[in-house]
């Protein structure tokens, strides 16, 4: 449909009735390769009628017909008619015949003696700002220099800062409300370096940066390869799209509780489903690219307390700390092997006794739970730690990390466990 019908991204996102956002992802997705701005304008702007010179000098000369009443009786833009009255020299400017007159005297008298500005001139006269520039220019009429603020009503750095970045006010808006020129209000902000980007601009609620702390990084990592869909919708976006499926109360007050501050937090009841599920989604700015990468960093693995804190949103999303035949336990079921290897390894080196990895289910092996039966599209792995040496040892470093409200109670539950059972029975 988009290869060979030559669609757009907007008539196919009619027809499959989606977004035009969800078409360019699975384009991508496909590996279809999506036009460029060059090649869609080839393809899809409107094509100009052909109109003769004859005809031209009909409409626009003898019956006297405005230059957009011919392009929208021929399907043509603007400057394609405006191209062929210059080719065919029926015309050369299109100012309506009006012609501005003033001398270099009155032009100095208004300009230098009375001190008015180019704008004040130009609607005086009733013509553009750019007309009395050119005048100026032309007369060698040399420009004021060191324009007092107060009286062209340039805008200070303070007043953009408050104005433009904290009330995140348009320049458009700052021009009607307070008086400011647009164009004076543009320079001053890519002086100052304010500047929003055009996605930014369109952005309707605030995000903030991510504050930078590499132990809430590790714990943000664990905690997206566990249980979080992150992408960016189109490949030159700003935005980072954080997505997760829950039927737990407790995973959307940590999902809020991580994100809240950083961007909004939308959410909705799925309504296919019979349960209780959520669909939580946030919005997040460039500085959480870091969650794109679906692959556990190594200088996670180096550090000690990025270790247990990446760990620690790992077990939030996909960890079990519970208690079995009055023995406590923590295990780690994930499809991926690698990273469960690479895991149990640190661990070792932490000299925590833990059992090989065990096949928990194999690839296409049904899953009952009380939601329905899943079938599993790849081999899952656990990982699982019960001697309570190395149990105690592994709580007691997670514990400062772990953010899950249930997480955190069963963790102290299986601390008091160990602590019962080494009293009843020895260490």
Not at 375 to 400: A, F
């Amino acid at each position: 449909m988009y290869i060979k019908e030559n669609l757009t991204s907007a008539q196919l996102a009619n027809h499959f009735g989606h977004s035009k956002n969800t078409v360019s992802y699975w384009l991508r997705k496909y590996h279809i390769q999506i036009r460029t701005p060059s090649q869609s304008m080839s393809m899809f702007a409107n094509k100009q009628e052909a109109i003769t010179k004859s005809k031209l000098y009909n409409l626009y000369i003898i019956q006297k017909l405005s230059i957009a009443d011919i392009a929208k009786r021929h399907n043509c833009t603007h400057d394609t008619i405006v191209r062929k009255i210059r080719k065919y020299k029926f015309g050369n400017k299109f100012s309506k015949g009006k012609r501005i007159e003033i001398s270099k005297e009155e032009l100095k008298k208004l300009y230098i003696s009375k001190k008015l500005t180019t704008y004040d001139i130009a609607e005086k006269l009733g013509c553009c700002q750019a007309s009395i520039w050119k005048r100026l220019k032309f007369y060698n009429i040399k420009r004021r220099s060191h324009p007092s603020p107060e009286y062209f009503n340039i805008p200070s750095k303070k007043q953009l800062k408050e104005l433009y970045v904290r009330k995140r006010l348009s320049t458009w808006k700052i021009e009607k409300e307070y008086g400011f020129s647009r164009s004076t209000v543009h320079r001053k902000l890519k002086k100052y370096g304010f500047i929003r980007s055009r996605a930014e601009s369109h952005r309707i609620y605030p995000r903030m940066d991510f504050d930078g702390d590499l132990i809430m990084k590790a714990y943000l990592i664990g905690f997206r390869i566990g249980d979080l869909r992150v992408r960016k919708i189109w490949e030159n976006s700003e935005t980072i799209h954080v997505d997760c499926g829950t039927t737990i109360p407790e995973q959307i007050s940590l999902i809020k509780n991580l994100f809240g501050r950083y961007g909004r937090i939308w959410m909705k009841k799925i309504k296919s489903r019979n349960d209780n599920c959520y669909q939580i989604e946030t919005y997040l700015n460039d500085s959480f690219s870091f969650l794109l990468d679906k692959k556990a960093p190594k200088w996670a693995f180096k550090n000690k307390e990025t270790f247990f804190s990446f760990l620690a949103g790992f077990t939030d999303a996909e960890g079990t700390i519970s208690i079995a035949d009055n023995r406590a336990y923590y295990s780690l079921v994930n499809q991926d092997k690698e990273l469960l290897v690479r895991i149990r390894n640190k661990l070792l080196y932490l000299r925590l006794i833990v059992p090989n990895l065990n096949l928990d289910s194999k690839k296409g092996s049904p899953r009952v739970t009380s939601k329905g039966t899943y079938y599993s599209n790849k081999d899952c792995w656990s990982l699982r730690v019960h001697r309570k040496y190395s149990l105690y040892t592994l709580l007691e470093n997670l514990q400062p990390y772990l953010k899950h409200p249930k997480k955190v109670k069963n963790l102290k539950l299986a601390k008091a466990n160990i602590i019962e059972r080494n009293r009843k029975f020895g260490v």
